[in-house]
């Protein structure tokens, strides 16, 4: 596509979120174009969860099986390195995106392969890597889907020293025998997982007080402990305030604010996102280049009538899984208000994105799993409820001492006291990714304890911790 066009809908970026708005409009029957200037399905296909959660895997697995009667001593050895790149290769589609190209022209939207940009009410220039750029036209909706980027802070020295980011932690082709990562968030701890499994000397620094801030503090306290046996260190309180490196190859050196001095042959700067707003031309429609944008419950930007901001760049909850339902409420939406239709949010809550306030489910996929949904007892508490926080040691649970020998692990289950529903819970365990949908319901649909009762948990499975957790709170 090279020639200007007008379109219905109109959306910038093609990742899961953009995807997902384009496929709902179609099938809604507008007319949509998707202009994408890097590969089509984005950030979480070549770079986040799909690269990620393979490299992850084996690692997972591994230690799962020593835990294991009979099977421990056949996996004592080290993880083969190059079959688990080539695994994470697979997964990341060796970095092409014919597969996903293929997909999204089977929906029936147009691709513009070039760099998107707003060009005022409606409008749309795209910049293709050869040619002149041209104008699209949206009917009824631009949808801006660009997601976030990583973060790094302006430190001396930073800029010349080649720091990896998520990217190049999930993508890199060969192990560094010795890796600093700076952050304490789910990047930071999930890529130091894997690449303590895969051979790396790993330090991380944390300047907080602790790991995985956002979610209970037990929960923090577990995914270090199997890198500190392996032999990792990690720091808390502890700020980096420059970085030294002679060429791009050679040793990296982290200094510390207190002088110290960490070499390293790599250095990953894990420490938060930041939107991909800046040059998109959010100043043609009076809007702040560079800023998240605030939208409604429909993803519609505040105080426009065509203008949607769907996934990471609105900061509703930066994760795949949450962009991608926000994408099938706003691509609805666009559909009702283009066909002149009155949003529905009784049938389905189709046009209106609630989960991604008080119910959005999270897995860090560390050993052992940390899984979370809803609200911790601090936030709980900080949001005014009344509230109960309700814990069990998962060592206790019959099916998780079937699932590994010295089964660590432990649950959290907030209560909303005045009304007797479930506002949170958090596992930490081996295996607990899968027990996170059952509390995702019980959070999303506001089941009350009694009706809770009656979820029978399979016997001898680990989600019997519902029950436990259930007794407890009844005492």
Request: glycine share 10%; hydrophobic share 45%.
């Amino acid at each position: 596509m090279t020639n200007a066009a007008e379109y219905d809908v109109v959306v910038v970026g093609a990742g899961p979120v953009g995807e997902n708005v384009a496929d709902r409009a179609r099938a809604a029957g507008l007319s949509t174009a998707v202009v994408e200037n890097e590969l089509i399905g984005g950030e979480c296909s070549y770079w986040a969860c799909m690269p990620s959660k393979a490299l992850l895997r084996p690692v997972t697995a591994r230690a799962d099986a020593r835990r294991v009667p009979g099977l421990r001593q056949a996996v004592q050895g080290p993880l083969d390195v190059a079959e688990v790149l080539a695994h994470r290769d697979y997964y990341a589609s060796n970095w092409k995106d014919d597969g996903q190209v293929g997909w999204l022209e089977s929906v029936g939207a147009d691709i513009h392969r070039g760099r998107g940009r707003l060009a005022g009410p409606r409008q749309v220039t795209v910049e293709p890597p050869s040619g002149e750029r041209y104008t699209l036209t949206a009917r009824h909706a631009v949808a801006v889907c660009t997601g976030s980027r990583a973060l790094v802070p302006d430190l001396p020295g930073l800029a010349g020293a080649n720091p990896w980011t998520s990217r190049e932690a999930t993508s890199a082709g060969k192990v560094p025998d010795r890796l600093v990562i700076v952050g304490g968030g789910v990047v930071a701890v999930e890529m130091a997982t894997v690449w303590q499994a895969l051979g790396s000397r790993v330090t991380v620094l944390v300047r907080g007080k602790g790991l995985l801030a956002n979610m209970e503090p037990f929960a923090a306290s577990w995914s270090p402990r199997r890198w500190t046996e392996a032999g990792a260190t990690v720091r808390t309180g502890t700020s980096v305030a420059a970085v030294e490196r002679d060429g791009g190859d050679g040793p990296v050196t982290a200094v510390l604010d207190d002088g110290e001095r960490i070499e390293a042959d790599e250095i990953l700067f894990a420490t938060g996102r930041a939107p991909r707003t800046d040059d998109i031309g959010l100043d043609t429609v009076g809007l702040k280049p560079g800023s998240w944008l605030t939208v409604d419950d429909s993803c519609r930007v505040e105080g426009s009538d065509w203008l949607y901001a769907v996934g990471d760049v609105n900061h509703r909850a930066l994760m795949t899984h949450e962009g991608k339902y926000q994408a099938r409420v706003a691509g609805d939406a666009i559909a009702a208000r283009a066909h002149g239709k009155p949003l529905d949010t009784a049938r389905w809550g189709a046009h209106s994105a609630t989960a991604d306030h008080a119910a959005v489910p999270q897995v860090v996929f560390t050993d052992p799993e940390a899984a979370a949904v809803g609200l911790t007892l601090a936030q709980a508490e900080a949001a005014g409820h009344r509230v109960r926080a309700v814990d069990y040691d998962m060592a206790s649970v019959s099916g998780a001492g079937l699932y590994a020998d010295g089964y660590r692990g432990r649950a959290r289950m907030v209560v909303d006291l005045d009304r007797e529903t479930v506002l949170g819970a958090t596992f930490v365990g081996p295996g607990v990714a899968e027990l996170l949908h059952s509390a995702t319901v019980a959070v999303a649909g506001e089941v009350p304890i009694a009706r809770l009762w009656h979820a029978v948990p399979a016997y001898p499975t680990i989600s019997e911790v519902w029950l436990r957790l259930l007794e407890t709170y009844r005492g």
